[in-house]
């Protein structure tokens, strides 16, 4: 092994950022550990990349469960317990000396014991912490049996202590990490974790939709639960009340953030786990399904050199990632843009992006009224959800800002009554609101299976969804947005007053020629992009 090597195999380590690979050496010293057991406690990293960063810094060979045996080799002379403990495995012997597998070539006492037990000289490769502690579950069958006694009800009903170590098991921990990387694949936002009578109910919401998946035994309710609890940095002791966390982990060597919610019920805490996977990509606005004009009329606004812009919508309408596609146009070196966001979705290089955490003050409000003071150009709010926030912003867009914000309503023409439902000077928006968008998603048809069908009234043709291999049956891959746009003219502007409902704004800007949101699903369908039976799933209606 190269004693030199040190701790530069954790630069090495793919997907790894320099603040992570810092907080894996900080946990080492602190806990006094050895840094890939500090690394993997993290989350940070797979365990593929720890094991080939390893492999490589060290020139050792990297071998695979594929390379194990059937059965360990004859005569290694030490105990199942002490190769779990120092999570090494035999996994070859000739005349003279045994193949050994390590998780971590830094630690000798395992490739010590065995060659002071066996006589024999001991050649090193490297393998993952995983398939070495499923190699000795499978060879000396023990490693299930805590969780076999859990599961036969051997641990206290409130052991926190019990139900932690329990929860680090083998088992449990590759359960919650199979369903972590199905979700990844899957390409689903959500995991519905669901505890019933007979059951662990099991669902991701792919494209918008929840979706089945085979259910865990239900008998594992409260180890997934405590599992997924750790992640998040939750008390696991605590079943009465809901609680709210976050988790940075490493599912098949990318990065995802975890926003993890449980919840008491009557058969044991249900689990909502938000997944964000860290992207870089940028987003363009040509990406986001705007047609050319509201594309053009979005760009035209995005110019003013002061103003507000709103997008509306429910939570899970595509808003984040439109304002991800203006930021896109936006982003230029002449130009200071900060964005406030809960959490932060897209890392845009060249935006200055701000989370907020009500837990230590860091509020929307708070954020934004400090953020005034750095000289921006343009100002990103995640989410007008007070007449605090708002009111900030709309004077920031009076006093030489653009501002892009959200704010939740059912409809474009909404969003002027609710700021000033809010408590917001109507006066005020009428100089600073330039536009409102309003826009829902669509799952988008398979063009491998889609099937013409006879179109609804006023359309040339329509497509309906049928499902083959290429979409899991769904019939649908990918979303897109449909949207609707209201420019702020003059006609609109005047009846910006107190109490002035969203009927008539909409009223206004059908006169001027303003499309609907259901105009531009329409335009979908017809050009095939959609399905009929989808519109009415979102928008009630075709």
């Known amino acids: 092994m190269d004693g030199n090597a040190g701790m530069e195999w954790l630069d090495r380590v793919a997907g790894l950022s320099p603040a992570d690979a810092a907080r894996a050496r900080r946990l080492a010293q602190e806990t006094g550990e050895p840094l890939t057991r500090a690394l993997r406690r993290l989350g940070t990293a797979s365990d593929p990349a720890i094991a080939d960063a390893l492999a490589t810094a060290h020139g050792l060979p990297r071998i695979g469960a594929a390379d194990f045996p059937d059965a360990p080799p004859d005569g290694i002379g030490v105990a199942p317990d002490f190769l779990r403990e120092s999570w090494v495995i035999p996994v070859g012997r000739s005349d003279n000396a045994i193949r050994l597998a390590v998780a971590d070539p830094t630690d000798s006492a395992g490739p010590d014991g065995v060659r002071l037990a066996s006589g024999a000289e001991v050649e090193i490769a490297i393998a993952t912490f995983a398939d070495i502690e499923a190699a000795i579950a499978r060879w000396y069958g023990e490693g299930d049996n805590r969780l076999a006694d859990a599961l036969s009800g051997e641990a206290g009903e409130h052991d926190a202590e019990s139900l932690k170590d329990l929860a680090s098991e083998a088992p449990v ?70 609680q709210d966390g976050r988790a940075r982990i490493a599912v098949a060597g990318r990065a995802l953030d975890l926003r993890v919610a449980t919840a008491p ?68 070196p002449g130009r200071k843009l900060i964005s406030i966001e809960d959490p932060v979705e897209y890392q845009i290089e060249g935006v200055n992006q701000i989370a907020v955490n009500p837990a230590i003050g860091l509020t929307f409000a708070a954020v934004l009224r400090s953020v005034l003071r750095h000289d921006p150009d343009i100002i990103v ?82 497509f309906e969804a049928t499902g083959c291999a290429a979409c899991d049956n769904t019939g649908y891959r990918g979303r897109s947005g449909v949207f609707e746009f209201i420019e702020i003219d003059s006609a609109i502007s005047e009846a910006l007053r107190d109490g002035v409902s969203s009927h008539e704004i909409e009223k206004k800007a059908r006169k001027t020629g303003s499309p609907s949101i259901l105009d531009d699903a329409r335009d979908k369908i017809e050009a095939g992009l959609t399905s009929p039976s989808e519109v009415r799933r979102v928008l009630g209606g075709v």
Request: with cysteine; proline share 6%.
């Open 265 to 332: 019920t009557a058969h044991g805490e249900s689990i909502t786990i938000r997944l964000l996977e860290d992207r870089d990509t940028t987003v363009s606005l040509e990406s986001v399904g705007l047609s050319d004009t509201d594309r053009d009329l979005l760009l035209h606004h995005l110019e003013a050199p002061y103003g507000l812009v709103l997008v509306t919508g429910p939570t899970g309408s595509g808003k984040t990632t439109t304002l991800a596609g203006a930021l896109s146009k936006l982003n230029a």
């Open 173 to 242: 921990v590759r359960l919650v990490n199979s369903i972590l990387a199905e979700a990844l694949k899957s390409r689903a936002s959500d995991i519905h974790i669901e505890p019933f009578r007979d059951r662990l109910r099991l669902r991701f919401r792919i494209d918008g939709v929840l979706q089945e998946r085979p259910s865990p035994p239900a008998a594992l309710s409260r180890l997934v639960a405590s599992r997924v609890k750790i992640l998040a940095g939750l008390d696991i002791a605590e079943r009465r009340r809901p």
């Open 381 to 462: 709010v995640g989410e007008l959800r007070d007449g605090e926030t708002a009111e900030i912003a709309v004077n920031a867009a009076l006093t030489g800002h653009l501002v892009l914000a959200t704010v939740h309503t059912n409809t474009a023409a909404g969003a002027a009554p609710r700021l000033i439902d809010m408590g917001v000077d109507p006066a005020l928006l009428r100089s600073t609101l330039r536009l409102a968008i309003a826009q829902r998603l669509v799952r988008m048809l398979c063009p491998e299976c889609k099937t013409p069908v006879e179109p609804p009234e006023g359309l040339s043709q329509a």
